[in-house]
């Protein structure tokens, strides 16, 4: 099965909008990284986010570009500093392929969590937009496939 961690999209500033919805910037690039994801057949049967404004936008955007089967749907466990350790627990209830949209440091420290074990141990650098792709193996042992960060998007 394969899980796609992607953070959310650049957001506007807090000040600008304590909501913190997509900026036109986070916005153009979560479109772009879902033409790419649409053009390699990347697509999940299910998209959740964390209820965030920013988050929600995000996966709505990838779940109109994907039409993923199940659609986009908040899911409790996924703000920044909520535990990977509770979240991976309960990554055996889901059998079908899962886009997760959430926020740092949350999904870089998940992506730890599955991959080495350690959450503390940074393997790769989100940035707003990026997607990571991980597969799970053999019943807990996930590998990662590729990872995608919008700046191969733009000229």
Not at 36 to 64: C, F, N, W, Y
Request: proline fraction near 6%; charge should be negative; aromatic fraction near 4%.
């Amino acid at each position: 099965m394969r899980l796609y961690l992607v953070q959310h999209g650049v957001s506007v500033d807090k000040s600008v909008d304590p909501d913190r919805p997509l900026s036109s910037q986070g916005e153009e690039d979560v479109e772009c990284i879902a033409s790419i994801l649409l053009r390699v057949g990347a697509i999940p049967k299910r998209i959740v986010h964390s209820g965030k404004t920013r988050a929600r936008q995000t996966a709505e955007i990838l779940d109109r570009a994907l039409a993923a089967s199940m659609g986009a749907n908040m899911m409790t466990g996924l703000a920044p500093m909520d535990s990977v350790t509770q979240f991976a627990s309960r990554l055996p209830e889901i059998t079908v392929e899962t886009m997760v949209c959430g926020h740092q440091p949350f999904l870089g420290r998940l992506l730890s969590h599955l991959l080495a074990g350690n959450e503390d141990m940074p393997l790769v650098e989100y940035l707003p937009g990026s997607v990571a792709c991980l597969e799970d193996r053999s019943e807990g042992e996930w590998v990662l496939c590729w990872f995608l960060r919008p700046e191969l998007c733009r000229e």
